[in-house]
């Protein structure tokens, strides 16, 4: 795995330490044997050293919740994960998009899932002023961010692109790869 950076935007690139520990950790993806789910939570652990080095460069912070009203577009594996952390049932609505509604799992401006949130909820990044996160699907108002983590912009790093790419691989042969908003699933 080589360091990875963004290029767009300047970022330093990953301390070597932190990318061998990642890869260590993560040996387990490599045995069968071993429950998909518990390989998913494995994944989302090693994220967390990710956003840690990332934090001071974005203005993501707790409490800011805009980005929870953008759909959120997950695996059908990511969220029978959730079903099975949390265990609140999977549901099975059609597709949509442009919902213009808040995640449901937004609980008094925090995420009651966030342990157990999707891969694209622990990718996404932005630069400058919250606000300009704020989107009014009704009208297609929305201000320009400048976004880093999302599926378009590869993830932001090879890191969390390798993460996604066993998630759409394991969703492939256990789900079809349905994809959906979050909405639709719970």
Partial sequence: MRSPESEYMNLPKFNEE???????NLRVLEHP???????????YNE????NVFLA????????CYYCCKN?????????????WKTRIKVTDKPFSFRNNNYCPFLKDKICSIY??????CRTYHVFGNPENCKVDYE????????????????YGNTIFSEFARFIFFVNENMF???RKDIRNFF
Wanted: glycine share 8%; net charge negative.
């Fill in 18 to 24: 932190i990318i061998n520990e990642i890869k260590n």
């Fill in 176 to 178: 079809s790869g349905i």
């Fill in 56 to 63: 001071p460069y974005f203005s993501c912070r707790c409490g």
């Fill in 47 to 50: 994220s967390k050293k990710i």
């Fill in 139 to 154: 009208n297609g108002i929305g201000k320009y961010v400048e976004q880093y983590g999302t599926e378009i912009g590869m």
């Fill in 71 to 83: 759909d959120v577009l997950v695996t059908r594996f990511e969220a029978e994960y959730i079903s």
């Fill in 115 to 120: 342990e157990h949130r999707p891969l694209i």
């Fill in 33 to 43: 044997e071993v429950n998909d789910f518990i390989k998913l939570e494995k994944i």
